[in-house]
């Protein structure tokens, strides 16, 4: 039983050397763990900082364009509108310079000539502001009657 006694004795304190050996790095492990930490946050407050920043700029740049956009649409409206402005006032004139040269034609005696020309022109005049495009009048060369 002696024998018995001294194996325990023994192997009590092996267990408890290797204790100690393990303290000692565990605790220079936290030591570098808590310091790993402390790198990681103030990295990810760096991160969160620069991602606030990004947003800052990209808000700003967004209303930027938007902006732009809507002066850019301004102008297109009005410009626009000025062409259409120009266009009804060409057709104006257009219609004008018709009805004189149907004056001037009246008054010279060729009221049948541009009688006739203006029953032949006028439906073309009409279907082409209804219309955008025009029946042909020649098919193969030849004249279609309507």
Known sequence: MASSDSTPS????????????????????IAELNESRAELLSRI????????????????????????????????????????TEFQELRNTLHQQHEDVTASLR???????????????EPEVEKKDEEVETPPIKENGKEVEN
Do not use: F, H
């Open 45 to 84: 407050q760096g991160l969160k900082q620069d991602l606030q920043n990004w947003r800052s700029k990209l808000d700003t740049q967004v209303k930027v364009y938007r902006d732009e956009l809507t002066d850019l649409k301004k102008t297109l409206n009005v410009e626009v509108e000025q062409l259409r």
């Open 107 to 121: 008054n010279l005696g060729l009221q049948d000539v541009s009688e006739g020309a203006k029953e032949v022109k």
């Open 10 to 29: 023994v192997s009590i304190p092996a267990p408890l050397a290797p204790k100690k050996e393990n303290i000692t790095p565990v605790g220079s492990k």
